[in-house]
Nanobody, 127 residues
Framework: QVQLVESGGGLVQAGGSLRLSCLASQLTLNSRAMGWFRQAPGKEREFVAGSKWSGDGTYYADSVKGRFTISRDNAKNTVYLQMNSLKPDDTAVYYC????????????????????WGQGTQVTVSS
């Protein structure tokens, strides 16, 4: 059974940093596109960051560009989201997601492109 497990969330003051991790089991992240999404209270889930299957292409929502970085460690079968200069508006549950197919090429920003989802990790940024 495929599982994506996020960790690293928590409470942080505005301006602080967090690094989220997404560990996959029963699914090889090598050569697989990955995405991070978030859902704030009362809002729809939205795209945050995406990584091309080769790892040499990364994509970000305008709201996080320059502050967040998606990366991967294939040896650890883990994808990360480094979040710097956090703002209260970043408060949300963060989810990682993966498509079923390896070598998938797309926009990486649509939820419909992803087949597997983690359970989410809460990030709260206080002002």
């Amino acid at each position: 059974q495929v599982q994506l497990v996020e960790s690293g969330g928590g409470l942080v003051q505005a301006g602080g940093s967090l690094r989220l991790s997404c560990l996959a089991s029963q699914l090889t992240l090598n050569s697989r596109a990955m995405g991070w999404f978030r859902q704030a209270p009362g809002k729809e889930r939205e795209f945050v960051a995406g990584s091309k299957w080769s790892g040499d292409g990364t994509y970000y929502a305008d709201s996080v560009k320059g502050r967040f970085t998606i990366s991967r460690d294939n040896a650890k079968n883990t994808v990360y989201l480094q979040m710097n200069s956090l703002k209260p508006d970043d408060t949300a549950v963060y989810y990682c997601a993966a498509p079923r197919s390896r070598y998938y090429i797309g926009s990486y920003s649509r939820q419909s492109e992803y087949d597997y989802w983690g359970q989410g990790t809460q990030v709260t940024v206080s002002s």
